[in-house]
């Protein structure tokens, strides 16, 4: 993936954050790019009762190769802009996990 060192990653107490720019509704769930700051990933879940931000860990997660359970939404509940806690993953590695994409 390109970009990467323009993402918004910081190392935080366990882990890592990340922005991430959400698109529910799409065909199906994927890591698209970089936009601005933020990772933009799509998902097929709808924007209702959690199910999108479910959705996003899970392909997050799967992008990153960490365990679901390592993967949590720390701000933007109900917002298209979020930041995600990779737990167990250091900023820096977490960059070079995405760039591999």
């Known amino acids: 993936m390109d970009n990467v060192d323009k993402l918004n990653i910081r190392n935080s107490a366990g882990g890592a954050l990340i922005s991430v720019k959400v698109v529910p509704g799409s065909s199906r769930d994927k890591v698209v790019g ?52 990779v737990a167990g993953v250091s900023a820096d590695e977490l960059r070079k996990r995405l760039a591999k994409l």
């Open 34 to 85: 970089v936009l601005g700051e933020c990772l933009k990933i799509s998902t097929s879940a709808p924007p209702e009762k959690g199910k999108a931000n479910a959705a996003v860990a899970v392909a997050l997660a799967e992008a990153v190769e960490v365990d679901r359970r390592n993967v949590e939404l720390t701000s933007g509940p109900t917002n298209p802009r979020k930041e995600f806690l």
